[in-house]
């Protein structure tokens, strides 16, 4: 019988909660549960995020869409989320730690959506995003897991304030255009800082 991703999910957690192999192992430093559940939510936050960035692209290169800057500032965003999850992922099994993959929920892209909804949509998202980080290094300062902080903020809350700055800099200048020629003017500029190139994806 298949099980849904989140009887998968309760069936792993279930597993690992009767194996002895929690804070006092070999393997694992001072390595609190809570640090290892706060890991694992960022994990699956950032695969959540970099599928809806790549939901966004495909509704932008869509042919009866065809914004291509568009589409591939939004496939950009969502490698660099992907490399995220994956950086977690690596740190989680460094430290001894389980990573707990949820199964991915099935989206629909919507070719209607406009490029104002979208950013904005993406600032939200890398708001929320940010957000589970600061709470992330929060536990760590409290479980004084001082590895787990470095790791944290020298490596992604530099890129979260980037991207924040980054994308509410395009919903200020989009939110400026008047007319369909703009639009189509700030696209062509996005194509060329954020060329589109279908063979990208091959490097996953």
Request: aromatic fraction near 10%; hydrophobic fraction near 40%; charged fraction near 20%.
């Amino acid at each position: 019988m298949l099980l849904t991703h989140i009887q998968r999910t309760l069936w792993l957690r279930n597993v690992l909660e009767r194996v002895p192999f929690r804070e006092n192992s070999y393997y694992r430093h001072k390595y609190c549960p809570e640090v290892e559940a706060a890991i694992n939510k960022q994990i699956q936050a950032e695969q959540e995020a970099a599928l809806k960035y790549l939901n966004m692209a495909v509704s932008f290169l869509h042919p009866s869409v065809s914004r291509l800057g568009a589409g591939g500032f939004f496939m950009k965003m969502y490698h660099e989320e992907f490399q995220h999850s994956e950086e977690f992922i690596h740190y989680q099994l460094s430290r001894g730690g389980v990573p707990l993959i949820n199964g991915l929920k099935i989206q629909t892209p919507n070719i209607k959506i406009t490029m104002i909804e979208a950013f904005k949509q993406a600032l939200d998202l890398e708001h929320n995003v940010t957000e589970l980080i600061q709470d992330l290094i929060g536990i760590a300062e409290k479980a004084k897991d001082y590895h787990c902080v470095d790791f944290v903020t020298s490596i992604f809350m530099t890129d979260q304030m980037d991207s924040i700055n980054k994308i509410s800099h395009h919903v200020t200048e989009i939110a400026r255009l008047c007319d369909e020629y703009g639009l189509w003017n700030y696209d062509q500029h996005l194509a060329t800082t954020y060329p589109y190139n279908h063979k990208s994806l091959k490097k996953l």
